[in-house]
């Protein structure tokens, strides 16, 4: 049975992504911003890497034109290769903290902590039911959920996800939450990002803010011990699936 | 048994379940449904394949619709 044949209250079709005018409700309300396709990754995959090395080569070379000209000049040249280490630098480290694993973002609204606990428990049971048997192991370990889609394979945490492009060599940041969730339970914050890239993972990527695109190990480094075999599962997957 | 429910504070709440049978079960599910959709929440059903699916209307035969709160980039 399809979607649209299957019944409903008012016996109406419902409305897939498809009929929603641009697939997700969020990402409609954007008509400015264009759908994400593996083109526009790639495409902005590419700029991200020439901006970076842009970076690299606007800080570097100074200091080499410095080294060449005096080399006593070499501790302010140090400073200028500092500067182009540090810039990719906290660009992955960036990346890395948008993806909030579950437990480690700041305490929702002020409750008891056996209110809140149990809230929790409760909203990691539901997403435990979500995800699949081998994510669910991933994410009572990891706090973060790992998701096949088109695209490649999404890592999702609390404000954010990572997405593993095919072949699993370059990994793209985005910045992205529930609009209202101050009061939500961590790992609802998750299920909800989590049914929303299900529902429409273009239109999820569009409504996403683009925050970083280079290298997984770029990234890698800058995750917390806890957080890096959910981005190794999702890097094994994308070199194995695609 | 189908059932309805939100995404809150609390972890969830279920705010209706339903069988294909009891239609006074259903009807009750559906005005839960279109309630939560005029605060603004977005319902989600899950599909057999793991994809979900955007609604607007109750899907009967749904195992369980699920309404979030939109999200938004960071």
């Known amino acids: 049975m399809t979607p649209v044949d299957r019944p409903t209250m008012a016996g109406g079709a419902r409305l897939n992504a498809e009929t929603l005018a641009g697939g997700l409700g969020e990402a409609a309300r954007l008509p400015w911003r264009e759908r994400t396709t593996p083109r526009t990754l790639r495409r902005d ?41 540090a810039v990719p630098f906290l660009q992955a480290r960036r990346a890395a903290r948008s993806v909030v694993a579950i437990g480690t973002s700041a305490p929702v609204a002020p409750r008891s902590c056996d209110s809140t606990a149990g809230a929790e428990r409760i909203a990691l049971g539901l997403l435990g039911d ?58 609802d914050r998750v299920a909800h990002l989590l049914l929303a890239l299900r529902e429409d993972e273009s239109g999820f990527a569009k409504v996403a803010n683009l925050g970083f695109s280079g290298a997984v190990w770029r990234v890698r480094g800058r995750l917390d011990q806890r957080s890096r075999p959910a981005l190794d599962a999702a890097r094994e997957r994308a070199r194995s699936s695609f | 048994m189908a059932r309805l429910i939100r995404l809150d504070r609390t972890g969830h709440t279920t705010l209706a379940e339903w069988t294909a049978e009891d239609e006074i079960a259903r009807a009750r599910a559906s005005t839960e449904f279109e309630r939560e959709l005029e605060r603004g929440m977005i319902a989600s059903a899950t599909r057999a394949d793991g994809t979900a699916e955007v609604v607007r209307e109750l899907p009967l035969d749904a195992e369980l619709v699920i309404m979030r709160r939109p999200i938004a980039g960071g």
Do not use: K, M
């Open chain 1, 45 to 85: 995959g590419r700029l991200w890497t020439a901006w970076t090395s842009w970076v690299v080569v606007l800080f570097a070379a100074p200091g080499v034109a410095l080294i060449w000209i005096e080399p006593l000049t070499a501790p302010a040249a140090a400073l200028c290769f500092a500067h182009a280490w």
């Open chain 1, 130 to 187: 979500l995800v699949a048997h081998q994510e669910r192991e991933l994410l009572a370990a990891t706090g973060l959920a790992v998701e096949g889609g088109r695209l490649g394979v999404w890592v999702i945490g609390e404000q954010g996800a990572l997405l593993v492009r095919p072949g699993g060599r370059r990994v793209d940041s985005w910045c992205v939450r529930v609009g209202d969730h101050d009061d939500l339970p961590g790992a």
